[in-house]
T-cell receptor
Framework: GAGVSQSPRYKVAKRGQDVALRCDPI?????LFWYQQALGQGPEFLTY????????KSGLPSDRFFAERPEGSVSTLKIQRTQQEDSAVYLC????????????????FGPGTRLTVL | AQSVTQLGSHVSVSEGALVLLRCNYS??????LFWYVQYPNQGLQLLLK??????LVKGINGFEAEFKKSETSFHLTKPSAHMSDAAEYFC??????????????FGKGTHLIIQP
């Protein structure tokens, strides 16, 4: 079956431009996560959705970052007035969410969007 | 707050040799622990995970890891390295916020180099 897809795969923006990054999670997955991976670093948590509800946005680095998932499926991460420090790979992951017994469900990652801000 | 430390940003081994990638974590509660592999221009792929039960967990591609609570470690091993194992490896701990909101905290990664 189809995995998590992200588009575009590569994005080059001039400093000050707004960008929108799209994530299509696996069908039926309740939970959706966004991570930011700077060059040579591990991914860092940005935000989490359960269906359409954004339950945790503690990792968003500034108010220029905004994420939405209006229908509980596709999600968009928007960055306003991009800065050079926003250059990174943005990873999206989805999972089934918490199981009925409270157990852990694996996060499946997309290939990421590489954002370069000039 | 959770944290993960991976010792060695680069590890080089000969083909056929033992692979050992080190991971130590800090967590205020019993953790869920993971190893992911990332090939160039690809997303993260889960190698193995520890949640509960047996502390020695086996994953894909011949990798395994042992959870040692006393050492707060979760080192990744493979008895015999293959050229196709060359990749970036990340250790991660679940934030355990519950309700499915389990964001992951990652280490900085270890680049595994396989020498022919």
């Amino acid at each position: 079956g189809a995995g998590v897809s992200q588009s575009p795969r590569y994005k080059v923006a001039k400093r000050g431009q707004d960008v929108a990054l799209r994530c299509d999670p696996i069908s039926g997955h309740v939970s959706l996560f966004w991570y930011q991976q700077a060059l040579g670093q591990g991914p860092e948590f940005l935000t989490y959705f359960q269906n359409e509800a954004q339950l945790d946005k503690s990792g968003l680095p500034s108010d220029r970052f905004f994420a939405e998932r209006p229908e509980g499926s596709v999600s968009t991460l928007k960055i306003q007035r991009t800065q050079q420090e926003d250059s990174a790979v943005y990873l999206c992951a989805s999972s089934l969410g918490q199981g009925p017994s409270g157990g852990y469900n694996e996060q499946f990652f997309g290939p990421g969007t590489r954002l370069t801000v000039l | 707050a959770q944290s993960v430390t991976q010792l060695g940003s680069h590890v080089s081994v000969s083909e056929g040799a033992l692979v050992l990638l080190r991971c130590n974590y800090s967590s205020s509660v019993p953790p869920y622990l993971f190893w992911y592999v990332q090939y160039p221009n690809q997303g993260l792929q889960l190698l193995l995970k520890y949640t509960t039960g047996a502390t020695l967990v086996k994953g894909i591609n011949g990798f395994e890891a042992e959870f040692k609570k006393s050492e707060t470690s979760f080192h990744l091993t493979k008895p015999s390295a293959h050229m196709s194992d060359a990749a970036e490896y990340f250790c991660a701990v679940s934030d355990l916020k519950g309700g499915g909101a389990d964001g992951l905290t990652f280490g900085k990664g270890t680049h595994l180099i396989i020498q022919p």
